[in-house]
């Protein structure tokens, strides 16, 4: 089976392919995608959460999007080094569900993983519009990984 494992640059869309890690059986996991989408007329750069400060300053600089995407992907697949299935990244441009959703059906995935409420504002209460439109329209099952509950004071 390919799983597609998404990231938006944020530290829930790690989680998320961490979640993966530890139910998945890797006998049965053939490949892993791990894809970044950049929408390209944002108005907000691609979040790369993941990267060391120093990184993501140098990189803010001089790099752009999509290098921000890259890295974010980058950093995602490092998760699964020794895991045992061929990992692949991907980075794309355009509306991040329609492409996840797109990648989901040319690579004949059987998962696609995506994280909820990572940036929003409501983590507890919003699934996320990209994460409901894959849960939605997507040709395989998906695995929404919603943030921990916070601790009430």
């Known amino acids: ?15 998320a392919a961490e979640e ?12 892993v995608t ?3 989408v950049v929408r390209p007329l944002a108005a907000v750069a691609f979040a790369d959460d993941l990267a060391e400060p120093d990184r993501r300053a140098a990189e803010g600089e001089a790099g752009g999007f999509r290098s921000a995407a890259e890295s974010a992907v ?3 697949a490092r998760v699964f080094d020794g895991w045992g299935p061929a990992v692949h990244r991907d980075v794309r441009s355009g509306s991040p569900a329609d492409e996840i959703i797109k990648a989901a059906e040319e690579l004949g995935a059987g998962l696609v993983v995506v994280a909820a409420g990572g940036r929003g504002l409501s983590d507890r209460v ?21 943030p921990a509950p916070r601790k009430r004071r």
């Open 20 to 31: 993966l890690l530890s139910f998945a059986d890797p006998t049965k996991v053939t490949d």
């Open 74 to 76: 980058d950093h995602v």
């Open 126 to 146: 919003l699934v996320g519009s990209t994460a409901q439109r894959v849960q939605h329209y997507a040709p395989c099952p998906v695995l929404v990984v919603r």
């Open 34 to 36: 791990v894809l970044a």
């Open 1 to 15: 089976m390919h799983v597609l494992v998404t990231t938006d640059g944020s530290r829930q869309s790690l989680r």
